[in-house]
């Protein structure tokens, strides 16, 4: 009787916790979907670049579920890029070089390696919701930079 009452506990409480974690998603809380369009304007001069490499281990703690793309350097390190990941939304940051090679993965001459994240609950709401494997997808991951003009 008390293994029954554990397990009815259990599922209620995971029930409870989809339910307010799709509250939370409805509200725009879990969504990557912070620009600042003056800081981070999607104007003029922008290279669109796809990922090279996804990662999505959630379960490995923060900074786990992240891509890899190679930037030509007519966007040097630290200008601003703009992150979007299908069923995810967008962020804005900057980003900082990790050099021509990473975890496997080699950058074309003339580019540069990084790496963007998007938040570890974020990816764990969209593997609960069933839709791991869009994530997974480096198709579904873009980056946008703003370059300096040739």
């Known amino acids: 009787m008390r293994t029954l009452m554990r397990t009815l506990y259990a599922v209620l409480l995971l029930a409870g916790l989809i339910s307010a974690s799709d509250w939370f998603w409805r509200a725009g809380l879990l969504k990557d979907s912070q ?37 030509p350097e007519t966007c040097p390190p630290g200008r601003p890029m703009t992150l979007t990941v299908v069923g995810v939304g967008r962020s804005c940051d900057s980003a900082q070089s990790l050099g021509p090679e ?49």
């Open 35 to 71: 620009c600042d369009e003056r800081r981070y304007p999607l104007g003029s001069l922008l290279v669109t670049v796809p990922a090279l490499k996804v990662v999505v281990e959630p379960w490995a703690g923060r900074h786990h579920v992240y891509a890899l793309f190679a930037l």
């Open 102 to 150: 990473q975890e496997g993965v080699t950058a074309p001459p003339g580019h540069y390696l990084i790496r963007r994240h998007i938040h570890t609950r974020t990816a764990l709401w969209l593997l609960l919701r069933g839709q791991g494997g869009p994530l997974r997808q480096p198709g579904n991951w873009t980056l946008r930079c703003v370059a300096f003009p040739p």
